[in-house]
């Protein structure tokens, strides 16, 4: 069995080192990735390995928190990786120079794949310093990392799935569709018991957790287990603090008024006008009670869109974990 060993900080790790380790799974039969970190990382060396055992579930990642920290590549790491790989070592792969004096170091045949990253030219300096300016070099599993959540909150047929498309459309999607729905679809009639809102929480958020890896910088969420929880007071009469307890805030809100023409639908349930502004009033006393960051969406379908625009421009000027992590 040919054993080979990769050697890297994988902060974060990138397309460019994605194809170099599939490359590298061709080489060998057996891949070990030595994640090389320090306590002070910008990512937290933890964080680094769940991504790469995530990305690459058929090797081993070993982590290894230098103290002091190493900063090199050379040869000296001969020492530290014969520990954390006792089994003899036949191929050192990598993509700069030093894999030649690792190698040798190490008694094993180097091979240097794609040099300077001719073919995939992505840069973990460049992704920490500026990640929305280099998205498409952020593999699924890193991008929530530094990606931000939008999400609509409002009454019902207030146009948060309309808006939720049309900026998924405009800013690059997919969007996170409201999962009440199509529970709604086929539930057996009746009554609503409050397990039924955990189900409803669990399909959105496995929805959620699913796309944000193919989405752009902002994900576009409809709904969100905030608004799950007022739909339970509706529903329910009371509130559910179990429930509650699941609320992960997303970065900002846009709260969509009432103020807007009725359709009709089958799976909507509070028509009224007056019930409607109960529903919103209810929502904004859960966003305020959670301290929830909140835009108000208001006026005709074509004020709302650039009130939403103006709110997306303004959080891409500042991308979630850029520099500092």
Same mark, same amino acid.
């Given at each position: 069995?040919?054993?080979?060993?990769?050697?890297?900080?994988?902060?974060?790790?990138?397309?460019?080192?994605?194809?170099?380790?599939?490359?590298?799974?061709?080489?060998?039969?057996? !891949?070990?990735?030595?994640?090389?970190?320090?306590?002070?990382?910008?990512?937290?060396?933890?964080?680094?390995?769940?991504?790469?055992?995530?990305?690459?579930?058929?090797?081993?990642?070993?982590?290894?928190?230098?103290?002091?920290?190493?900063?090199?590549?050379?040869?000296?790491?001969?020492?530290?990786?014969?520990?954390?790989?006792?089994?003899?070592?036949?191929?050192?792969?990598?993509?700069?120079?030093?894999?030649?004096?690792?190698?040798?170091?190490?008694?094993?045949q180097h091979f240097i794949?794609?040099?300077?990253?001719?073919?995939?030219?992505?840069?973990?300096?460049?992704?920490?310093?500026?990640?929305?300016?280099?998205?498409?070099?952020?593999?699924?599993?890193?991008?929530?990392?530094?990606?931000?959540?939008?999400?609509?909150?409002?009454?019902?047929?207030?146009?948060?799935?309309?808006?939720?498309?049309?900026?998924?459309?405009?800013?690059?999607?997919?969007?996170?569709?409201?999962?009440?729905?199509?529970?709604?679809?086929?539930?057996?009639?009746?009554?609503?018991?409050?397990?039924?809102?955990h189900f409803i929480l669990?399909?959105?958020?496995?929805?959620?957790?699913?796309?944000?890896?193919?989405?752009?910088?902002?994900?576009?969420?409809?709904?969100?287990?905030? !608004?799950?929880?007022?739909?339970?007071?509706?529903?329910?009469?009371?509130s559910l603090d179990d429930?509650?307890?699941?609320?992960?805030?997303?970065?900002?809100?846009?709260?969509?008024?009432?103020?807007?023409?009725?359709?009709?639908?089958? !799976?909507?349930?509070?028509?009224?006008?007056?019930?409607?502004?109960?529903?919103?009033?209810?929502?904004?006393?859960?966003?305020?009670?959670?301290?929830?960051?909140?835009?108000?969406?208001?006026?005709?379908?074509?004020?709302?869109?650039?009130?939403?625009?103006?709110?997306?421009?303004?959080? !891409?000027?500042?991308?979630?974990?850029?520099?500092?992590?």
């Open positions: 069995m040919t054993n080979g060993v990769i050697l890297g900080k994988f902060m974060p790790p990138h397309e460019g080192h994605v194809a170099l380790i599939r490359t590298a799974t061709y080489l060998v039969d057996h !891949l070990t990735i030595i994640l090389a970190a320090c306590n002070n990382d910008p990512i937290p060396p933890q964080v680094r390995k769940n991504w790469m055992e995530n990305l690459f579930p058929k090797a081993d990642v070993i982590l290894h928190i230098g103290d002091p920290c190493v900063s090199t590549y050379g040869p000296e790491w001969a020492g530290i990786i014969r520990k954390l790989h006792p089994d003899p070592i036949d191929r050192v792969i990598g993509s700069e120079a030093y894999v030649v004096d690792l190698a040798i170091a190490l008694n094993a794949l794609d040099p300077m990253w001719m073919a995939f030219p992505a840069n973990s300096y460049d992704i920490r310093e500026d990640p929305f300016a280099n998205w498409k070099s952020i593999p699924g599993w890193v991008r929530p990392w530094y990606q931000k959540r939008l999400t609509l909150v409002g009454p019902e047929s207030t146009g948060k799935s309309f808006m939720a498309d049309f900026l998924a459309t405009r800013f690059g999607g997919p969007y996170v569709p409201e999962y009440g729905r199509p529970y709604e679809k086929y539930r057996t009639p009746g009554d609503y018991r409050a397990e039924e809102l669990d399909g959105h958020l496995a929805h959620r957790t699913t796309l944000s890896m193919m989405a752009g910088p902002v994900l576009f969420e409809d709904t969100d287990p905030l !608004l799950t929880a007022v739909w339970a007071e509706m529903l329910l009469g009371h429930l509650e307890a699941r609320i992960e805030l997303p970065d900002h809100y846009l709260l969509l008024d009432a103020n807007t023409p009725w359709e009709d639908d089958p !799976l909507r349930y509070y028509g009224k006008q007056e019930v409607r502004n109960q529903f919103f009033d209810r929502i904004v006393a859960k966003l305020e009670k959670f301290g929830a960051s909140y835009t108000l969406i208001s006026g005709s379908f074509a004020e709302r869109e650039a009130q939403a625009i103006k709110v997306v421009e303004k959080m !891409l000027k500042s991308p979630k974990g850029a520099k500092n992590g």
